[in-house]
């Protein structure tokens, strides 16, 4: 059979509905088969060695402790994140300068740059000698809560500024036109009219912001000095693999899958609830503060706030970068000469990994993307579908690898690097899911219901007319897949003994800071060419994927 | 009392110039339309008066005060925008009370004036109501009454009634111009539609391509349009073009295509202009068979419509000229299509241009 007459078939076999249901049902299967469940059984399966390390105050302590500590940073920097993102967006959108546009695509950098990258980016600036701290005496900013702190914030903020440009670019400005003319000062007309419209964007950017926070785990490590949380426990107990350390594993990993669910389902449910105070107003202090002198001092704020805290110390990085260019490293890393053999194919492997990652979440996604956004499978069921595909988005990466990795030590057959590719579909699933299930939500019915009232088959017309209206969004979703797979860092540390790009580099970084010992010296220009090389990608990545997801008509 | 005044106005947006060189005065308590076709600047200066827009030149006086660099919550006006713009996350009496609460008008007074308009509005009974559970017709009520309450005296509407079914859109305007009397405001209201802005207007101002082509009461745009494309905009008319051929001192002669020559009292051209003569359709006449009448054209019947009170008649002149004649439907005759009929009208009924330079067509197309 020919190219088109195999779409033939399948055009045609689209018209009955028990294909259809055929294929949604399998779409629905791998969803909870391989994505799912597995996380759960894993720690079902190992529940009784719990009770061994509930039997252990003192491991039960230190547990504890790293789970506040996780939701404590979680929510501090969710919440500063929004508080300084929310007028950096207003800026870039509002701002009506043509250099704002640069800033807008200044903000992305952080947001693509591996985490483990990252991590090391922030520590050279904050803590090394060549850093910031060359101005003052010593290190600025050691290693702990505060450097967690401020690398969460790097990373989570872009997230926050992302969705809220969106939000406010798509947001109808009537409204806020329609205060102004009724009396109310710019300051008031936001308050009271603008930031409410706009809470859903709110709350969603605050959430992402949270699931970033709560689950990474490779540049937290690098920073996270003698702090623990949760991620950084696990990593820490399966290191040192002391008594009982599996069962403190799965309570660690237990209680943040559970705490981090409830939480997501608290702010879905919760959040269309919540009130913002529009009733009140002080119209004397509000006019002041819609004065042209505040709103540029709080632009000023912000670009000082997105330069000094997530932009210079994100790219830092670079510094060692050019320095290892000019003193032989590169020439070193081009031969693959001692540890650089080691980088290349864990680069080879982190981008083919991420490569089957999105091509087979590209292919079981897009029908669950239709179901949610369709309401195929009913809509209650539909909705709940909705809300457990973000389960991974929010479960910490190194939870879930744990548990996937004890899931799967029971299938003896399965090799390490299919385990490794089934724990990257799993972290990244959502991405794609989410990205395509909003933009055949916003896409009008009418358009599909044309294709079909002029003769096309249900398969037809979502090749010939959804898919091409919605290629941007797919695009972007398949991008953001891509780029979280060769971030990864957490999840592949537990399941696996191979090394991908990022937990080369964390290694590297412990062997320069002598946390662990290794045969080959590593020093700080091979580190830093190390990231400047995934820099580089990324923002090959980055630049075409504005490209094509800045086209017009995108959905 | 709010009068408001425009002088040499001028907006830009990128390369299209939405707004030309405007000067306009809308008098104390009137009731003014701004008419013209989608993309003329019409919103735009609206938008301008309202203060949502700078002008990139001119000024703009409230009440004689010069109000360019006055933010559009200081300038003490009402706008009611074209799809209502009803803060979706307040009820009815939120909405409405806005205005007055971000005044600090005080409790007490922003809800007196909530309730009069409310009820002004007869929507009292639906104050706890979100836009979201209300009909079309009821957030323009709301719309206006939120206006109002915050205690305008220069009421703003963006094509108000555009939204709305056109039995309800028929019922409101006269109710919005009811409103904007009893209540002494002055009001500009934007739209497109010419049969509204004539059925309401005290004064009406026609835009094309951002500029003004002419002020006026309903009345005299339509019996002495001053442009060509007034004559077409407002009401309906037929060209017919041709070129002055003599000047007499009562009249003058127009030759038509096809040699046909019609008398009109206009004598503002000159011999040899090249013209186009503007009819109503209600003014021409049709007469079965070749007639000897005032300014007779000969020609075949192509269509006959009966569209309820009137009908319509199309026909082909002899000199490949197509005039529409508009009838009352049971005082007229009828004809049948293909008959062959004179038209004729008098001379005092005619309006003449001077024929465009860009040509007809382009100089009466709405875009």
Redesign the interface.
Known sequence: MGKSSIMKFFDSASSKSSARYALYLSSITFFFAVILIPPILGIVLKWNTMAETLGNPSLISRATAAIYASFAVAIFVSIVDVVAGLPAAWLITRGGLRWLRGLDTLVDIPFIIPTATLGYSLLLFWNSPEGISSLFEGSLVSPGWLLVILLHFAFSYPVVVRVMVGAILDY?R??E??????????F?ADR??TL??L?PSLIASFTLAFARSISETGATLMVAGAFENGPILINNLRTAQEVGYEGALVFVSFILIVISSLIFVIIRLLGPRLK?P??K?W??AERKLSDLRVSRLRNGFSLIVFFLLVLIPSLFVAVPAVYAVMNGTLNKALAGVGSWHGYWQSLILSYSVGAIATVINTIVGLPMAVLIARRRVGKTFSSLLDVLVNIPLIVPSIALGVSLSIFWENFAAMPEIGLLVLVHLSITYPYLVRSMAAAIERLNVRFEEAGRTSGGRPLTVFRTITLPLTKYSLFAGAIMVFTRSVSETGATLAVTKLETAPVLLVKWVNILRDIVESPIPITSSDVGLGCGILIVFSFIILMVSRTFTQRKGRY | MPEVRLENISKKYGKIIAVDNVSLQIRDKEYFCLLGPSGCGKTTLLRLIAGLVEPDKGEIYIENRLVNSVPPEDRGIGYVFQDYALFPHMNVWENVTYGPRVKALGSEESEKLGREMLEMVRLFERLDAFPSELSGGMMQRVALARALAAGARLLLLDEPLGALDAKIRNELRYELRKFVNDLELTGIHVTHDQAEAMAISDRIAVMRKGKILQVGTPKELYMSPQHVFVAHFIGESNFLEGYVSKITEEESIIELRGGFFVRVSDRTNKEGDKVVIAIRPEVLRVEKGKKRRDNPVFGNVEEFRFEGTNVRCQIRLENGDSVVIVRPALTTDWFNVRSKVTVSFPPEKSFVFPYPKRGLKAELALE
Do not use: F, N, S
Not at chain 1, 177 to 186: C, D, H, Y
């Open positions: 109808k009537e409204y036109e329609a205060a102004r003319t009724l009396g109310a000062p710019p008031t009271t009219v409410p419209i809470k913002m529009v009733k107003v119209p004397v």
